[in-house]
């Protein structure tokens, strides 16, 4: 299980356009995020007026299938709660992301042995 605490501003100055999909993205990062790790994710967000910086809050948990089983819905002072059964994660960890079984080191050789990008080489005609 994976706990996790953020912050997030409502209003982000340098990117205003991003403002209404704050909620959205953070959802998305911690959802593929559980998926990805076949973990449960608990996204602790703090909500109300911080440092006259309003915050997002959306406290949610979320399976290891990277469903929300419960969020808070409001920028307000919220508890979310749900009942994780960690046995749930052994079917990702044993299956889709068996990382022992499917990982395979010796295939990274060339993005590890070099630094920055390599332009492709021209096919002979």
């Known amino acids: 299980m994976i706990l996790l605490?953020?912050?997030?501003?409502?209003?982000?100055?340098?990117?205003?356009?991003?403002?209404?999909?704050?909620?959205?993205?953070?959802?998305?990062?911690?959802?593929?995020?559980?998926?990805?790790?076949?973990?449960?994710?608990?996204?602790?967000?703090?909500?109300?007026?911080?440092e006259g910086c309003e915050m997002i809050g959306g406290t949610c948990i979320i399976a290891p299938s990277g469903e929300?089983?419960?969020?808070?819905?409001?920028k307000g002072d919220e508890l979310a709660i749900a009942r994780c059964d960690l046995d749930l994660c052994q079917s990702y960890k044993s299956t889709t992301f068996n990382f022992d079984r499917h990982r395979r080191p010796e295939a990274y050789g060339r993005i590890t042995s070099q630094r920055g990008a390599?332009?492709?080489q021209a096919m002979a005609a």
């Open 5 to 50: 605490g953020y912050n997030t501003p409502v209003h982000n100055p340098p990117a205003p356009e991003h403002d209404d999909l704050s909620m959205f993205h953070n959802h998305l990062v911690m959802q593929a995020g559980a998926y990805q790790n076949g973990t449960w994710v608990v996204g602790v967000a703090k909500g109300g007026n911080e």
């Open 68 to 74: 929300i089983v419960a969020a808070c819905s409001t």
């Open 118 to 120: 390599t332009p492709p």
